[in-house]
């Protein structure tokens, strides 16, 4: 019933930017955990970032002073802003959710949305 689509992601060249968006919807009581993680061409997923709701955001350090995270709580979304983007942050964006339902607490993973960064 719950689902978390990503949008934003697109082609832009080094030190562009970019705002990548994940909204959640369905049968949602509360979103306890929201994360960023993103997987680059024959690589493992990495992480990227969390927000917890009353806490500032937490980053991995290979976008720390770069990537932003914040949140439309009434709209359910999450955002990462990215700026000075290098070719190393070439993935697919992956937003991941802790969200309590009806009848329980689990995590969502969306589809994904591909950032390519050229040189």
């Known amino acids: 019933q719950v689902q978390l689509v990503e949008s934003g992601g697109g082609l832009v060249q080094a030190g562009g930017s970019l705002r990548l968006s994940c909204v959640a919807s369905?049968?949602?009581?509360?979103?306890?955990?929201m994360r960023w993680y993103r997987q680059a061409p024959g690589k493992q997923r990495e992480y990227v970032g969390t927000i917890i709701r009353g806490t500032s955001p937490n980053y991995a350090d290979s976008v720390k002073g770069r990537f932003t995270i914040s949140t439309d709580n009434a709209k359910n979304t999450m955002y990462l802003q990215m700026n000075s983007l290098k070719p190393e942050d070439t993935a697919v964006y992956y937003c991941?959710?802790?969200?309590?339902?009806?009848?329980?607490?689990?995590?969502?993973w969306g589809k994904g949305t591909l950032v390519t960064v050229s040189s």
């Open positions: 991941n959710e802790r969200i309590t339902t009806l009848g329980s607490t689990g995590e969502y």
């Open positions: 369905g049968n949602i009581l509360a979103v306890l955990v």
